[in-house]
């Protein structure tokens, strides 16, 4: 590895979160934590993962796991978005295999008075004791990340009561009572808000706004029903100096609203090419991003050429963090990750126009 000297001292996700050369291609993976290593399986326990989630040791040595399995630049929080609506007594848990459930959904404005603020210090403690965990073991160039989800994403499960794949409760409320739908996406907007500087207080060096499923909108509705809300939570956040980034699948379309929202980094899913992305949401963002996760399941020369064709793409431009385009799929075998890691870090010119 050539470290050219215009590269910054700073944790190299942190410096390509803001658009400076780095000492490498920083990379990191959602879902690292969790789901494909053995290590995390033998540790985990029966139950719902909220149950994992509440107990801190627990907590940060599984987020440590893939750190030092795989070389990570960046450790993702062992957590979940529908921590907050569980934590103020919504009734939401995650069933194994399933996802988030809600026992008695969200579908009319008498609902919203369930809702309550999110008193991060009493209803979430195990939360900032993790991130307090994992400020002190983390190795200085390994920042944490925090997260929430973005309102859209959280009403989504609020609404349907479960994964969806059509989101038809969830759009029938947004047109047909638009006032209710906002006043909910704002309940969320402030729920994930206070979660997030919670955890920045407590530690975290970043933060990611998951709007997984925003994609199932078109562009006209995700201006009028959501754009506000998320970029509530980016402004909020604007006074803590920690790199924002803004996270969907299938946002092709939406890219240069997520940027619009007020992220520092948009992460792009593997349907759109990352060279096209950047040029989508423009020169003012880095980019976090974006091989197909089912690529990780191939052979590894496969593996290898769809990366390659990554960093191809971005050209070593600052501003560029290796992901894959969502999170990494159970079944990956952890060696494939360990290999990518390693092939990034040999391979990518991280804005220093130097080839290593
Ligand atoms: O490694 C990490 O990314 C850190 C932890 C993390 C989890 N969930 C733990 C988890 C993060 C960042 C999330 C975010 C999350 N949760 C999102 C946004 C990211 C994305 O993938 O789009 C969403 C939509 C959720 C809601 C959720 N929680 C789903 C859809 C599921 C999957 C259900 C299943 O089992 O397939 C969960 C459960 C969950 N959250 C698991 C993990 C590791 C798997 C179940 C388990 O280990 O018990």
Same mark, same amino acid.
């Given at each position: 590895?050539?470290?050219?000297?215009? %590269?910054?001292?700073?944790?190299?996700?942190?410096?390509?979160?803001?658009?400076?050369?780095?000492?490498?291609?920083?990379?990191?993976?959602?879902?690292?934590?969790?789901?494909?290593?053995?290590?995390?399986?033998?540790?985990?326990?029966?139950?719902?993962?909220?149950? %994992?989630?509440?107990?801190?040791?627990?907590?940060?040595?599984?987020?440590?796991?893939?750190?030092?399995?795989?070389?990570?630049?960046?450790?993702?929080?062992?957590?979940?978005?529908?921590?907050?609506?569980?934590?103020?007594?919504?009734?939401?848990?995650?069933?194994?295999?399933?996802?988030?459930?809600?026992?008695?959904?969200?579908?009319?404005?008498?609902?919203?008075?369930?809702?309550?603020?999110?008193?991060?210090?009493?209803?979430?403690?195990?939360?900032?004791?993790?991130?307090?965990?994992?400020?002190?073991?983390?190795?200085?160039?390994?920042?944490?990340?925090?997260?929430?989800?973005?309102?859209?994403?959280?009403a989504?499960?609020?609404?349907?009561?479960?994964?969806?794949?059509?989101?038809?409760?969830t759009k029938a409320l947004m047109w047909s009572e638009p006032?209710?739908f906002?006043?909910?996406?704002?309940?969320?907007?402030?729920?994930?808000?206070?979660?997030?500087?919670?955890?920045?207080?407590?530690? %975290?060096?970043?933060?990611?706004?998951?709007?997984?499923?925003?994609?199932?909108l078109?562009?006209?509705d995700?201006?009028?029903h959501?754009?506000?809300?998320?970029?509530?939570?980016?402004?909020?956040?604007?006074?803590?100096?920690?790199?924002?980034?803004?996270?969907?699948?299938?946002?092709?379309?939406?890219?240069?609203?997520?940027?619009?929202?007020?992220?520092?980094?948009?992460?792009?899913?593997?349907?759109?090419?990352?060279?096209?992305?950047?040029?989508?949401?423009?020169?003012?963002?880095?980019?976090?991003?974006?091989?197909?996760?089912?690529?990780?399941?191939?052979?590894?020369?496969?593996?290898?050429?769809?990366?390659?064709?990554?960093?191809?793409?971005?050209?070593?431009?600052?501003?560029?963090?290796?992901?894959?385009?969502?999170?990494?799929?159970?079944?990956?075998?952890?060696?494939?990750?360990?290999?990518?890691?390693?092939?990034?870090?040999?391979?990518?010119?991280?804005?220093?126009?130097?080839?290593?």
């Amino acid at each position: 590895m050539v470290a050219a000297s215009a %590269a910054s001292t700073e944790a190299p996700f942190l410096a390509a979160c803001r658009r400076q050369p780095a000492t490498r291609v920083p990379v990191w993976f959602m879902r690292q934590a969790g789901r494909s290593l053995p290590e995390y399986h033998r540790i985990r326990g029966e139950g719902s993962i909220l149950q %994992a989630i509440k107990q801190p040791e627990l907590a940060a040595e599984i987020t440590l796991q893939p750190v030092r399995r795989y070389g990570v630049d960046a450790a993702i929080l062992y957590s979940d978005i529908v921590v907050p609506v569980h934590a103020i007594g919504l009734g939401v848990d995650i069933a194994p295999g399933v996802g988030p459930v809600v026992d008695e959904p969200i579908r009319r404005a008498a609902d919203l008075e369930r809702i309550r603020a999110l008193e991060p210090d009493e209803d979430v403690p195990y939360v900032q004791e993790t991130v307090r965990i994992l400020a002190r073991e983390l190795p200085p160039e390994v920042p944490l990340i925090g997260f929430a989800g973005a309102p859209f994403t959280v009403a989504s499960y609020l609404i349907e009561g479960r994964p969806s794949r059509d989101y038809a409760h969830t759009k029938a409320l947004m047109w047909s009572e638009p006032a209710t739908f906002h006043r909910l996406m704002a309940a969320i907007a402030e729920l994930s808000l206070a979660s997030l500087r919670a955890q920045v207080e407590a530690g %975290a060096r970043a933060v990611q706004l998951f709007d997984s499923w925003a994609g199932a909108l078109a562009p006209d509705d995700y201006r009028e029903h959501v754009l506000a809300h998320s970029a509530r939570i980016f402004a909020g956040l604007a006074d803590l100096d920690v790199p924002r980034i803004h996270f969907g699948v299938t946002t092709g379309e939406l890219l240069p609203l997520l940027a619009e929202a007020g992220a520092d980094v948009v992460g792009v899913d593997f349907r759109v090419p990352i060279d096209v992305a950047w040029a989508r949401v423009g020169p003012g963002v880095a980019v976090q991003g974006n091989l197909d996760p089912v690529a990780c399941l191939a052979p590894f020369e496969v593996t290898a050429a769809k990366a390659r064709d990554v960093l191809a793409r971005v050209g070593g431009r600052p501003g560029h963090i290796f992901n894959l385009g969502h999170g990494v799929l159970p079944q990956t075998d952890p060696a494939n990750l360990e290999r990518l890691v390693e092939l990034v870090h040999a391979e990518g010119r991280a804005g220093t126009g130097v080839a290593s």
